[in-house]
């Protein structure tokens, strides 16, 4: 099991930009695939981004370009980097973990959960 705690959400204007983090516990973190989930209020949860252990990320379209995935393996940590932010991003962000591979990118296919941060852009 590993342990999630994720924290840098808040409330910013269309246009602005905000970086989520995701501590992590656990031993095994570097080797593990992490990823972004977001959920609006009334709608699903949906796959944000992807990273697996080597670096290699994957993005849902609508945040290509807009928002950068990371990880520092030395703090056992997960970043998410979002810039030109919309009213649409607005959402509770969860970080979530999985062994390798990182797919599929299915809520249900990962294992671990962080309780979420809050971001809200408005117009």
């Known amino acids: 099991q590993v342990q999630l705690v994720e924290s840098g959400g808040g409330s910013v204007q269309s246009g602005g930009s905000l970086k989520l983090s995701c501590a992590a516990s656990g031993h095994t973190y570097s080797r593990l695939c992490m990823a972004w989930f977001r959920q609006a209020p009334g709608k699903e949860r949906e796959w944000v981004a992807t990273?697996?252990?080597?670096?290699?990320?994957n993005y849902t379209d609508s945040v290509k370009g807009r928002f950068i995935i990371s990880r520092d393996n030395a703090k056992n940590t997960l970043y998410l980097q979002m810039n030109s932010l919309k009213p649409e991003d607005t959402a509770m962000y969860y970080c979530?973990?999985?062994?390798?591979?990182?797919?599929?990118?299915?809520?249900?296919?990962?294992?671990?959960w962080g309780q979420g941060t809050q971001v809200t852009v408005s117009s």
């Open positions: 990273i697996d252990s080597d670096g290699r990320t």
């Open positions: 979530a973990a999985k062994a390798a591979p990182c797919t599929p990118r299915l809520v249900g296919a990962f294992s671990n």
